[in-house]
């Protein structure tokens, strides 16, 4: 079981450019999960899924969008990169069936935008 | 809004001590919240959960307590190490499917 997996680890990218983040989870969970955590910030809801073929904004999606893909990968998109996207995103993954509703995270993506 | 707040600034304990970090909510009354721990460059990791019906609940060197009249819970770590040293963070569920974190509190241990 590798858990959660994210794609890469690390990006830097100029202000406009785009790219996807992805994450996989081989748990067989209903829900996953886009955050951003900045300093002393914690961690912010981008994203969520509940289920295959839902969505839903969280705290602070503007400049994202996200696709459930199948139940084991949900993507981010970066569409026009800005300064202020620059943070580290995690994935996380939770299934319905858990008496804890534990959260299961993948290991970040680092990203900086110039 | 419906907030929760844990204490921005690190503590600094003594190997051998309990730690003690608060997690206080406002305006709402969670059904149970969780505790994370998270390690630098990691994701964070689950702990422990209590629910609004349980004043105690324990896990090895670990105690959560949820004392609901205080909106507050508190998180223990008893004979504290230096492997205990991480930032931990405390979330609550605001629907279904939606969590919300604390912005977590920095533990060191020193030894």
């Known amino acids: 079981n590798a858990g959660v997996t994210q794609t890469p680890k690390f990006q830097v990218l100029k202000t406009g450019q785009s790219m996807t983040l992805q994450c996989a989870q081989d748990?067989?969970?209903?829900?996953m999960y886009w955050y951003r955590q900045d300093p002393g910030m914690g961690l912010r809801l981008i994203y969520y899924?509940?289920?295959?073929?839902?969505?839903d904004k969280g705290e602070v999606p503007n400049g994202y969008n996200v696709s459930r893909l199948n139940k084991r990968e949900f993507s981010l998109r970066l569409e026009s990169a800005a300064p202020s996207q620059t943070s580290v995103y995690f994935c996380a993954s939770t299934s319905s069936d858990s008496a804890y509703n534990e959260q299961f995270f993948g290991p970040g993506t680092r990203l900086t935008v110039l | 809004s419906q907030k929760i707040e844990q204490n921005s600034e690190a503590l600094n304990i003594q190997e051998g001590k309990t730690a003690t970090l608060t997690c206080n909510y406002t305006?709402?009354?969670?059904?149970?919240l969780q505790w994370y721990r998270q390690d630098p460059g990691r994701g964070p990791v689950f702990l422990l959960l209590?629910?609004?019906?349980?004043k105690e609940k324990r896990k090895e060197r670990l105690k959560v307590t949820f004392d609901t009249t205080l909106k507050q819970s508190l998180f223990h770590i008893t004979a504290s190490q230096p492997a205990d040293s991480a930032t931990y963070l405390c979330a609550r569920y605001s629907s279904a499917s939606k969590i919300i974190f604390g912005s977590g509190t920095r533990l060191s241990i020193r030894p």
């Open positions: 748990m067989n969970h209903n829900s």
């Open positions: 899924s509940a289920s295959e073929g839902t969505t």
């Open positions: 305006n709402y009354s969670p059904a149970y």
């Open positions: 209590i629910r609004e019906n349980e």
